[in-house]
Each structure stands twice: as C-alpha cells, then as structure tokens.
C-alpha cells in the first residue's frame, strides 16, 4: 500500500494541515459572532432549498434549467464557505462573482419564463448577445425601472477585487488593511465578517429568486420554503431593521 507522504508531497501535505489550523480559528471566531452564525444559517437554507428542489420530478425542460442554475449555485455556495474557512477569502470572493450571475439570470427568467427556452438554444453568438452578463443586468434595470447601475457596481466590484488580476486585488491579499500582501492562505476576523456578510446576502437573494420556481402546490418542498422565509425575516430584521418585510435590493 502506498503511505500517504508517498501520495502528498511534504508540502503540500503542511498547506493542508494549515489551512485545518485556520478553519479551527475561523469557527472560533464564528461561534462569539451571531451576526455570522445568522449568515451561516441562511446560506444552509438555501442550499437545503436548492437541494430539495432539484428532487422534483418534472418533463418541463425550462424548469429542469432552474434546477441546474440551483445546483449549480449550491456548489458554489459550498465550494466558497470552505474557501473562506480555509483562509483562501479572494478566491472565495471570485466564487460568489459567479452566485452573483447566475442569480442575476435566474431573476431574469423569473420575470419573462420565455428567455429560458432562448437561453438553452441559444449558440454562443446569441447567447452573448442576448444572455452576457451586462446584457442581463441591462435588462434587468430595465425591467425595475433602476438607473443607478447598482447591479454592474457590484459586479465590477468582485471583478476588480477577486476576478481580475491587477493592482487592486492585492487588497484581498493582505491580513491587514495598510499591510503587505502574503502568500498562501490566512485568517483574519475582519475579511472573514465581509466574506460571510457577502455570501449571506447573496444568499438571500439566491433564495428570493429560486423559490418562485418552486411548485407552490409541492407539498415536499413547504417546509424549506418555510425555513427559508423565517431566516430570511430574522435576517433582514438584524441587518436591515429599517427595511421592516422588504428584501435589500
């Protein structure tokens, strides 16, 4: 049988085994934050939503794209906490870049059900003519009657910080603010509070869209759009108390 040192180089083998150290600290620093914990929570009740969802049995090509968008997105979801708890926070970052789109076009076919079947025939010159991400958001500021581009802000946002390589990126490179970028992953409470925030609400915006193409006669899939709901209120109610029921946009 091959020995595990055989299998790992050394080194690669010391890089996991710090970035199980900095998970053990990033809980420690989640378990004396609620606002954190509340995120967490959130996040698992999409993802249990999403899961539960792509159960449903249906012949609707359209709806088995939602599906794919869901699971899709749960993935990522799973794939970018793990990072942030591993003390990777750009890359995580780039990872919630693509929630961001792919929520952004599931709004989309929220609204006008028919992009869908355009969207799945589309070839690759239609598809980034009519189905690009500029061209979703587009639509979409059209569709609410929003001027202040705070779709693309966004977008650009994780572009400049996490997907893009330049000057810029480096901020998420660093432990601390006014510090030197470092190599490999670290943990600080700071980026790990505006990783998880970002994800929690992306989250609630990912579960917003989702649960429209939810049966709402599926009695299977009641108790996550429930749990879903209810941490979606406690949640707006902690970080938006202002807002009272509405959802931040």
Known sequence: MVKRRDIIPANLELLHNGEQQLRTKALGIISGDERLRLHLALIEAV???????????????????????????????????????SGYHQNSALILRDVLETI????MFAGDRSQIERWRFADRKARMKY???????????????????????????????????????????RPQKDGDAVIGPFMESTTLFAGISEMGRLAVQFGEVLVLFVPTDWNAGLSCRLAFAQLKRDWVSTFYPTLQNKSPQ
């Not at 012949?59 to 599906?67: I, N, P, T, Y």
């Not at 952004?104 to 709004?107: A, E, I, M, N, V």
């Open 104 to 107: 952004f076009l599931l709004d």
């Open 131 to 173: 189905f690009s991400p500029v061209k979703v958001r587009q639509q979409l500021d059209t569709r609410d009657g929003f001027t202040s581009k705070k779709r693309a802000s966004l977008y650009e946002l994780f572009s400049e910080l996490a997907g893009h390589p330049n000057m810029n990126s480096t901020l998420m490179m």
């Open 47 to 85: 993802m249990n939503l999403a899961d539960l969802f792509r159960q449903f049995e249906t012949a609707d090509e359209d709806l088995k794209v939602a599906q794919f968008l869901g699971m899709r997105t749960f993935n990522a979801f799973g794939a970018s906490l793990k990072l942030a708890l």
